[in-house]
């Protein structure tokens, strides 16, 4: 089993720039497709990004393509979101995940999560 633990989420002026990091316990991580997904209170969680588990294959949700970078330390086993020109709608709690077996953007097909970090975008 997979324990998940994000870290860097904050609050930013629209515009600017946050990295977010989720560190994997559990052993494994290396086999692991891993994503990120946002969600406001009393709404659906929504997919952001995902990452094969050689990083050689990304997935990005049409929202923020070309802003938003995926990457991941295999060696480290955590995964990290690079996020630029952030905008007051990109204000969520961001949630890492790892799936086992299908490299998706449903909420789903994932079977581990970590406990969110709170990104705030002010305008």
């Known amino acids: 089993q997979v324990q998940l633990v994000e870290s860097g989420g904050g609050l930013v002026q629209a515009g600017g720039s946050l990295r977010l990091s989720c560190a994997a316990s559990?052993?494994?991580?290396?086999?692991?497709?891993m994503g990120w997904f946002r969600q406001t209170p009393g709404k659906e969680r929504k997919f952001v990004s995902a990452?094969?588990?050689?990083?050689?294959?990304?997935r990005y949700a049409d929202f923020v393509k070309g802003r938003f970078t995926i990457s991941r330390d295999n060696a480290k086993n955590t995964v990290h979101l690079q996020m630029h020109s952030l905008e007051p709608e990109d204000t969520d709690v961001y949630y890492c995940?790892?799936?086992?077996?299908?490299?998706?953007?449903?909420?789903?097909?994932?079977?581990?999560w970590g406990q969110g970090t709170q990104v705030t975008v002010s305008s």
């Open positions: 995940a790892a799936a086992q077996r299908y490299f998706m953007t449903t909420v789903s097909t994932y079977d581990y």
């Open positions: 559990g052993g494994g991580f290396s086999r692991y497709y």
């Open positions: 990452i094969s588990p050689n990083g050689g294959n990304t």
